[in-house]
C-alpha cells in the first residue's frame, strides 16, 4: 500500500528468448494516494489461452511459497467475447496452518508438498487417489547462507527435495506426476524466475551417484532447468524447490550474483537430511551392492552360533544382540543379525566419502556417533560460511 506508482508491462508471447518477454514500460505517479497496495497491469501481444496457461502457471508456483499474509485468486473475464463468462482459474488461497512465526523454509516446505499433493497445484485439494497416507512423501531441506557483513547481504539459497511414490495412477494428471524428468522450481526474492547459470552449473556439479541416482541430462529449456533419471522406480518422481534471498535489502544499483557453492551446498544439505530421515533411501549404488550380501552373511553367522555347544558363547551372543536366551532359534537371530549389517551399511553410507572408515563393530551400542556433514570446498575458505540442515 506504500507503493508510490502503478507499474506497466508489456509481456510478447512471440518473443523466442524468455528473458526478453517481459518489458517493463513507464509508471503511473499515485500523487500521494494510498490505495489497493501493489497495482500491475500487463499488456499482452499472442494469444491469450497461452497467456492464460503462463499466467496460471506462475501463480501455482506463487503458491508454493506460502507468503505469509498474501492470498491469490485468479479470474479471467473475456469480456470482449459475447455469452463468456469469468472463470476461476485459481481459487482463493486459504489461511497458511503453520507454527507461527514460521520459517520462510518452513513454508518452502509446506508449500512443496501441497504442490506435490495437488499434482503441481492443477488441483484445488489432495488428489487422495494417489496420496491415501502421509507416508507417500519424503522429504528433505537445507539452508545454506554467506554471513551478512558490509561486503555481502548474507544470501540465503534454501532447498527443499520430496520423493514421491505413487500407487498405479489412474488419470492422465497423476500419469505427468510420475515422469521421470523435474523440472527446478527456482525462486529468487519470493517470485519464481528463470533458473541462474550458476545454480545450473551446481546442480550439474552434484555426484548424485553417490545419493543413488544417476542424472542422465540437464538442461535449459526456455529458462527452466529439467533434471532427467536414469533409475527411478516405477511410479515414482523427484521434486525440487530452489529459493534465494537476502537478509539485507542489496542498493538498488548493486548487483547481486548467485554463488554456485551456496546452492549446491544447501542441495546436498536437503539430500542428506531426506536421506537421515527415511531409512534405506538415497544410498549409493555401492552400498546398494554391499547390503545384497547381508541376507547371506547373516545366515552364516547365526549358523556358527546355533551350532555351537557352548551355552555361554551362546549366552553372550544373544546378550550382545540383545535377545532373551530363550530366543535364540534360527529366523529370530538370523533377521536381528541382518538388521544390524543393514543398519551399519546405510550409517556408513550417510558418511562424507573422505570420511569412511572401517565399519563399526556389529554388536556395539546402537547410539552411533557420527560426524558433522562439511563440504570439501567449505573448509578453509577465506570468507565466512553458515549452514543449517533443518
Known amino acids: 500500500i506504500c507503493d508510490i506508482e502503478i507499474y506497466h508491462y508489456r509481456f510478447d508471447l512471440k518473443e523466442i528468448v524468455s528473458t526478453r518477454r517481459l518489458t517493463k514500460l513507464p509508471s503511473n505517479p499515485k500523487n500521494g494516494a494510498k490505495f489497493s497496495g501493489t497495482e500491475v497491469s500487463i499488456f499482452a501481444f499472442g494469444r ?14 506463487i503458491l508454493i511459497l506460502k507468503i505469509p499474509k498474501v492470498a491469490i485468486e485468479l479470474v ?41 499433493l495437488k499434482h503441481g497445484n492443477s488441483f484445488n485439494n489432495i488428489c487422495h487417489s494417489c496420496f491415501s497416507i502421509g507416508e507417500s512423501l519424503k522429504v528433505g531441506s537445507g539452508v545454506a547462507c554467506r554471513t551478512a557483513s558490509h561486503r555481502s547481504n548474507g544470501q540465503v539459497i534454501e532447498a527443499v527435495i520430496i520423493i514421491s511414490e505413487l500407487p498405479e495412477p489412474t488419470t492422465p494428471s497423476c500419469f505427468r506426476a510420475c515422469d521421470t524428468k523435474t523440472e527446478v522450481l527456482y525462486f529468487n526474492d519470493f517470485s519464481p524466475c528463470s533458473i541462474s547459470q550458476s545454480s545450473l552449473n551446481a546442480l ?3 555426484d548424485w551417484k553417490s545419493y543413488g541416482l544417476t542424472l542422465r541430462s540437464i538442461e535449459d529449456q526456455d529458462g527452466y532447468a529439467l533434471l532427467e533419471w536414469e533409475n527411478l522406480p516405477p511410479y515414482a518422481h523427484i521434486d525440487i524447490a530452489l ?15 548467485l554463488d554456485r557453492t551456496l546452492t549446491r551446498k544447501a542441495v546436498k544439505l536437503a539430500l542428506n537430511d531426506l536421506k537421515e530421515k527415511n531409512t534405506g533411501v538415497l544410498l549409493s549404488a555401492h552400498a546398494l551392492k554391499i547390503r545384497n550380501y547381508a541376507p547371506d552373511l547373516a545366515r552364516t553367522i547365526a549358523g556358527l552360533i546355533l ?7 551362546q549366552g553372550e551372543c544373544s546378550s550382545l544382540l540383545g535377545l532373551p536366551f530363550q530366543d535364540i532359534e534360527g529366523k ?35 547410539c552411533f556417533h557420527e560426524p ?13 560460511f553458515s549452514s543449517l540442515d533443518l
Open 48 to 61: 491469450i489461452d497461452d497467456l492464460l496457461a503462463a499466467t496460471t502457471r506462475f501463480f501455482q508456483k
Open 76 to 116: 479471467v473475464d473475456c469480456g470482449d467475447n459475447p455469452g463468456s463468462q469469468s472463470e476461476n482459474l485459481i481459487l482463493a488461497n486459504e489461511c497458511v496452518a503453520l507454527p507461527s512465526p514460521a520459517s520462510n523454509i518452513e513454508c518452502l516446505k509446506s508449500g512443496l508438498e501441497d504442490y506435490v
Open 204 to 206: 550439474t556439479s552434484i
Open 243 to 257: 529459493h534465494c534471498y537476502h537478509k539485507q535489502v542489496p542498493p538498488a544499483k548493486q548487483k547481486t550474483q
Open 307 to 313: 551350532s555351537s555347544n557352548d551355552s555361554d558363547f
Open 332 to 366: 529370530i537371530v538370523e533377521d536381528c543379525i541382518k538388521e544390524r549389517i543393514i543398519s551399519v551399511i546405510e550409517m556408513n553410507d550417510r558418511k562424507p566419502q573422505r570420511s569412511r572408515e572401517a565399519a563399526p563393530f556389529l554388536f556395539e551400542d546402537d
Open 372 to 384: 558433522d556433514f562439511l563440504d570439501e570446498e567449505y573448509e578453509g575458505g577465506e570468507e565466512a
